[in-house]
């Protein structure tokens, strides 16, 4: 038997392309800003995330330094998870203009890292683990940006797959769960790049007071009409 532990390689697969999307998200680290940390009260060392549909999350690290996260980079097409997937200098200067206005006082302060990756997302936000047709071939992948936690579970998962047993494990619904397909290329790159601009322009609306209109709410709409999760 053989584990495939793909992740965002799966959409190249060709039993498993049509049941995960890729795209991407990207992180900058600021120089050392004890002083701005003090001033918020942030001294804790805590992990941060909002609730958009394209995620911030920023932790400290113990220099001093704040990483700032943001899960709105570009989408892939297919499984080509190079270049601007794993490295964007335009989102990751719209990642600092976000960074500063969280962070106001941090105008003027340095970047000094900024690195991406690509994610796979699944259309229920889930991992799934199974057995390719044939049955000698198991895999798991959709972890969508949360893989540190369930990734041990599902090493357990497969390993009881990787042994045949029927278990407690492999009885569970993240088990060949039924999902819905996502469009095959190039209609997932088109309709998924269409619904980032919708979803981020209505964000952008929110929050400044404002309510986003009937055509960005129309498409912002069409994941969730077609059973698929966005979002946290």
């Known amino acids: 038997a053989a584990v495939m532990a793909l992740g965002p390689s799966a959409a190249g697969v060709g039993q498993l392309g049509r049941r995960?999307?890729?795209?991407?998200?990207?992180?900058?680290?600021?120089?050392?800003v004890p002083d701005v940390l003090d001033s918020v009260g942030w001294t804790g060392g805590e992990s941060i995330t909002d609730a958009r549909a394209y995620v911030h999350y920023l932790r400290t690290t113990p220099d001093g330094r704040i990483a700032f996260g943001w899960g709105g980079g570009r989408m892939a097409f297919g499984a080509r998870v190079g270049g601007r997937i794993e490295v964007d200098p335009a989102v990751a200067a719209e990642i600092r203009r976000h960074l500063v206005r969280f962070f106001p006082a941090l105008e003027g302060r340095r970047v000094t890292h900024a690195w991406g990756g690509p994610i796979d997302i699944s259309p229920a936000h889930l991992p799934a683990f199974g057995t390719l047709a044939g049955g000698r071939a198991h895999?798991?992948?959709?972890?969508?940006?949360?893989?540190?936690?369930?990734?041990?579970?599902?090493?357990?998962?497969?390993?009881?797959?990787a042994l045949d047993s029927r278990d407690e494990l492999t009885r569970l619904a993240l088990v060949e769960p039924a999902s819905a397909p996502v469009p095959p290329e190039p209609l997932r790159w088109i309709g998924g790049n269409l619904i980032r601009s919708a979803f981020?322009?209505?964000?952008?609306?929110?929050e400044r007071g404002g309510r986003a209109g009937a055509a960005t709410e129309l498409v912002a709409g069409i994941p969730a009409r077609l059973g698929v999760h966005v979002g946290r």
């Open 200 to 206: 981020l322009r209505k964000e952008a609306i929110e």
């Open 20 to 32: 995960l999307t890729v795209a991407s998200s990207h992180i900058v680290m600021t120089e050392p």
């Open 139 to 161: 895999y798991g992948f959709g972890y969508t940006g949360n893989g540190v936690g369930p990734a041990y579970l599902g090493g357990r998962i497969l390993a009881s797959l």
